[in-house]
């Protein structure tokens, strides 16, 4: 169906908004599913969606183990009842205490973290043993991101033994993102990951053959996600795969999955003849990456002008065909950071915007 994004009831619906398209989703998590080879491989990031409700759809479909990057998204987690959740970001300095309030808060959930660094292990280690409780560490590994991680080498080895020796931490096995692997041919980015992750494995080889427990290793995003998934056991964290976007079907040809975010804008404003400007700057999509950051349906030959921070202007030579007050549909180059620009978005069933879904863990604090 062409039109499959237009609403019946577009009038109702106030722009900027997300409109969110739950069948989708639910197809999207069942080829996630599929291509993982096994519910019990995904470990999908909650950082894309940030919503309770497809927190409730993952769990339907059988997904126990999430992955997330702030403490307000593990926290929804643990709202949500989810029994098993990975804050994949380091804990330092406050965030050390709040973690392990969380933690004493919902018994439920088995909450585990990262850790790439020394002096922060024996924090979070002395607080935690301090507060009575265990903290699974995996310990993170920098695979040529170069953002976080320690190079898998004897160095990790040292630190994975920290871990061990640490009173209040247990070794929970290795973490590793591979978000610089976007290239876009399969075959290239085969060769890149298996060249990325020799050394993981092979640490992972050394630190079982010193008797040391590697519970699971975490791996893979979007793109690594059908490479990695040929490695048994691995649990593969992929995020856009829920939603999609159109930066990720360009960079992933191979992968197929349903657009299920859509961008609701309207026409405001028509300065020149040629000029479209849309209620769709960038506090309602997301625009750390190159123009154009939306791709418009029917304005897919536009070309961008400016980029404000509640303005997008275009020009078309067919703009006369866009007066004031069009409703145009659109799908974001980047979901994520879109979806934590909204307070809640708009959920499409049977072609009406029926619902409306709070954006909780956008906020970067929810505590309980
Ligand atoms: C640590 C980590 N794991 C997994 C992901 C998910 O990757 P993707 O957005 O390619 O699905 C991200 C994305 O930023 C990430 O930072």
Aim: with cysteine; net charge neutral; hydrophobic share 45%.
């Amino acid at each position: 169906m062409s039109d499959w994004f237009r609403l019946q009831n577009e009038a109702e619906v106030p722009s900027p908004s997300v409109l969110i398209f739950p069948e989708r989703v639910e197809e999207n998590l069942r080829r996630m599913i599929r291509l993982a080879g096994g519910v019990d491989r995904l470990r999908p990031h909650v950082k894309t969606h940030k919503l309770a409700e497809v927190l409730a759809l993952e769990l339907k479909h059988g997904i126990t183990k999430f992955k997330t990057a702030t403490i307000a998204e593990t926290e929804l987690c643990a709202r949500a009842g989810a029994p098993d959740v990975l804050l994949a970001y380091p804990l330092v300095g406050p965030n050390i205490g709040r973690f392990l309030r969380m933690m004493a808060h919902f018994p439920a959930t088995t909450f585990r973290a990262v850790g790439d660094d020394s002096a922060s292990l024996k924090a979070l280690g002395a607080a935690a043993a301090a507060a009575g409780l265990t903290v699974e560490v995996l310990l993170d590994l920098n695979v040529g991101m170069n953002r976080t991680g320690v190079t898998p080498d004897e160095a990790a080895v040292e630190l994975y033994r920290q871990i061990l020796a640490t009173p209040g931490l247990l070794p929970g096995g290795l973490h590793a993102y591979d978000g610089h692997l976007h290239q876009r041919s399969r075959e290239e980015r085969a060769v890149a990951a298996q060249a990325a992750f020799a050394p993981v494995w092979e640490l992972e080889k050394q630190l079982r053959s010193l008797g040391w427990p590697v519970p699971r290793v975490v791996a893979s995003g979007t793109p690594t996600l059908p490479l990695l998934a040929q490695r048994p056991g691995v649990e593969l964290g992929a995020g856009t795969t829920v939603f999609w976007d159109f930066g990720q079907a360009e960079t992933c040809p191979d992968l197929d999955f349903l657009e299920a975010a859509v961008l609701l804008t309207r026409v405001i404003s028509r300065p020149t003849p040629e000029r479209i400007t849309l209620d769709l700057g960038h506090k309602a999509v997301a625009s750390e990456m190159p123009a154009p950051r939306v791709r418009l349906f029917g304005l897919e030959d536009a070309t961008f002008v400016m980029h404000s921070e509640e303005h997008l202007v275009l020009e078309s030579p067919r703009a006369a065909q866009f007066p004031v007050g069009t409703v145009v549909y659109g799908i974001p180059r980047h979901v994520c950071p879109t979806i934590a620009l909204h307070q809640e978005v708009q959920v499409v069933r049977s072609g009406r915007a029926s619902e409306a879904w709070p954006v909780i863990a956008r906020a970067r604090r929810i505590e309980f």
